[in-house]
């Protein structure tokens, strides 16, 4: 379920956001689109990195600690996207 309020329709476990349609837009970017694809690429790589550790062998040697920096890549630009979508809440007032 969905309720409308000014700038658009949200689903109801948001607040409701009275910003300009500008900040608006990034936010519904960050919060839609950014952050679940960065999330998904950091649990994408986890998964790579602990089949690559658990099969072992010279797949391991090779790939694993690359796909572990490639996690913490991942999660880290996830966090930085979250910290910026606080920081465009928290200007709303």
């Known amino acids: 379920m969905t309720r409308a309020n000014d700038a658009g329709s949200f ?3 948001l607040p409701p ?3 300009s349609q ?3 837009s990034m936010t519904n970017v960050l919060l839609y689109f950014l952050i679940p694809l960065a999330v998904l ?3 994408i790589a986890l998964g790579f990195g602990i089949y690559s550790l ?3 062998g010279h797949f391991a040697k090779e790939h694993s600690n690359k796909l572990m920096r ?3 890549m991942f999660q880290g630009i996830a966090l930085l ?3 910026l979508l606080v920081v465009l809440l928290g200007n709303q007032g």
């Open 11 to 13: 689903p109801s476990w």
């Open 17 to 19: 956001l009275s910003i």
């Open 22 to 24: 500008e900040d608006l």
């Open 41 to 43: 690429a950091t649990t």
């Open 54 to 56: 658990a099969k072992g």
């Open 70 to 72: 490639l996690r913490v």
């Open 81 to 83: 996207l979250m910290a």
